[in-house]
Structure formats: structure tokens, C-alpha cells
């Protein structure tokens, strides 16, 4: 049993949660005093971007709808040279973590405020962290001038999310709250919160990829998912999120799929030396071995298990290890080379956690 030293913050950000809550935007635009509002969306998502745009009426400025996965610097200048173009004084973000990186990108640039409104389960919306891909070349900040002032969580809007990218998306948000209760600077609160998000998440995934217009359970994961992103704003993460960072950059595999086949191997090395956290963990998924379980869920669910059907080849296993540990990065348990190719390895054949 050991004492407890920690130091803990919170973050300030103001949270609507509910069904229809998206009505409630022209109000929390005034609020932060937004008169020409900016709107942000995915290409796929650009009439949802119209819809926001008529709700705010004569404050909304215009639809800027070329949001892209992993926040190239590019697309920010474009979003940027809109926002003088038409003296905007806000921005109000629809999307997935694609979508708010841009958001956070332009704060990061004007110090605007920004209401950002999820549709999937990332977490970003609730973090002080921007990673910008320039150059091919992902670099995360971390700064309270990208924070967003405002979210609006609509359970209405995740219903249409796809299966696939809703488990995903769900073992992404896991990941945050897994690798939180490892971190060094944990503390009680943090750890609550972890544990809660993963229980929520791992209780409502498999009952809406039975049946994704299930209201209740699409609100369970989105307030899991908001739980597992408080995790990600307060606490440093580790080994996983780093191999995730260098597989997505080098190989350009997509976001929440590569998290979701990582984590069970990353799970299966880190929690042999963090009993706490596995412990927590082992609750929250109602299972001795929560890296198994995970790995079975991902399964059971339809999601990616390998990096193999991902895309990415064999031989990438021993560049991705030599990537990761060219910096160092804080972990529960020390790692070498070898042991990061192992996992890599596991990872790619899409073997069981071990
Ligand atoms: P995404 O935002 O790229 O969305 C994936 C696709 O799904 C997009 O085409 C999007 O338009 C579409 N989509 C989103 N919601 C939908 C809905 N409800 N219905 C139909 N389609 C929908 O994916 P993501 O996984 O949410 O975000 C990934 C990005 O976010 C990565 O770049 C990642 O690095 C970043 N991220 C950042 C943080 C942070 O704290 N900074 C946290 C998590 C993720």
C-alpha cells in the first residue's frame, strides 16, 4: 500500500450534455460574446456545418468545411485567411477530433473563442493539446489558449455515427482513461473519473453497435467518452499513446483504429507492474485480465485486432521501434528496443496481449 503525492488541476470548460442541447448554441455564442461566427466541419459533415450556420442566423459568418484528419498546418493558414475575410470573432466547431484540432489550430493563431460541438467519442474537445502535421511531421503542444470555452454534447448528433468509427472511436476514449491511471501525476480525482469513463464505455459500445439508434446507450458512451477526455486533458500519457503517435505518422494508419488494436498489447506489458490501475481497470470491464478483455471486445464488436489489416507492412515493425524509443518518453515500465518490437509484433499479427 503506498501514500499518495499528486498535485491536481482543473480545466476550465463549460459542458452542455443532453439530447437536443444543440439548440442551446445561439445562447452559449452570445455568451462568449460571438457575433460572426465561423463554423467549422469535415467535408462529409459540411451540411451539418450548414445546419449550425442557419441556427445562428445573422451570427453565423460562414462555413469553412475543409477540416482534415491530423491538423495540417495548410488547412489551418486557409482557415485562418476565411476568418479575416470575414472578420470573424469566433469559431464554432462540428465534428470529430479533426474538426476541433482545426478549431483549437485557429485559437492556438487569433486567441478566438471556440464552441466546439463532438460527434465522436476522441475527447479532444475537453483538452489543452494540439498536434499539427507539417511537413508529414506531427508535433502536440500542449496550451490553454487551444482549450475550447464551450462544449456542446448532443447525443442527437452521435446516433448516425457509423458502427465501426463508434468502437473505434469508444477504444480510443478508453485509451485515455487507461493510460491516466498509470500516469505519474494521477490523482484520486483522475483516477475516478478513469475508471468511470472505461465502465461507461466498455457498458455501452456493445449495446449500440446492436442497435446504433439506441438513445440511452449512444448517451452513455458520449458521457464515457467526455469522462475519458478530461483524463486526457489533466494527466500525461505514455508508452500507448507514444506508439500510436509514431504508427500514425510514419504510416499513415488512421487515428482510432491504430488505438484500438495498440492498447490491449500496451495493456498487457504496462499493468504487470501498475496493480492500482489494473485493478481499476479490471473493475471497470468486469474482467481479471482487462487487456484480454479489450482485445476480445475490439473482436467481438467488428473492430481491427492487427495493424496487418491496417495497412501496415511487417517490415514497419522494427522502424516503428526504433522510433519510439529514439526519445524518451515516461512509462510505467522501463522498455527497451526488443521489448517494443515484441509488442509491435503482437500488434501487427493481431495475436492475443501477452
Ligand atoms: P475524425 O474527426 O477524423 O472523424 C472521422 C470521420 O468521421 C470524418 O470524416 C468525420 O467527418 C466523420 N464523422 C465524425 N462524426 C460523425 C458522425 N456523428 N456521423 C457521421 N460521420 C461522422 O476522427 P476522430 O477519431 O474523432 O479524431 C481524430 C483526430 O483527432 C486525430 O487527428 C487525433 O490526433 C485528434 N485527437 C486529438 C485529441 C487532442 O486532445 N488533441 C484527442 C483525440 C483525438
Redesign the pocket.
Known sequence: MSVGRFIHETLPSRVLFGVGTLGGLPEEAERLGIKRALVL??P??AEQGLAVCDLLGVNGAGLFSGAR???PTDVSEQACARVRELGADGVIAI???????LA?AIALRTDLPQVVIP??Y???EV?P???ETENGLKVTRRSLKVLPETVIYDVE??L???VA?SVT?GL?AIAHAAEALYAPNVSPVVAMIAEEGVRALVGALPRLANDPANVVARSDALEGAWLC?IC??LVGMALHHKLCHVL?GTFDLP??ETHSVVLPHVLAYNLEVVPDARNRLARAVGHADPALALHQLAARLGAPTSLASLGMPESGVADAARLAVATPYPNPRPFVEDDIARILSHAWAGSLPS
Do not use: D, E, V
Open positions: 466541419s469535415t462529409g459533415q484528419m491530423h491538423t465534428g470529430g477530433g479533426s474538426t476541433i484540432g483549437k460527434t465522436t476522441a475527447g479532444s483538452t493539446i494540439l498536434g448528433l452521435t448516425g455515427l457509423p468509427l472511436s480510443n477526455g486526457l486533458g500514425g487515428h482510432a
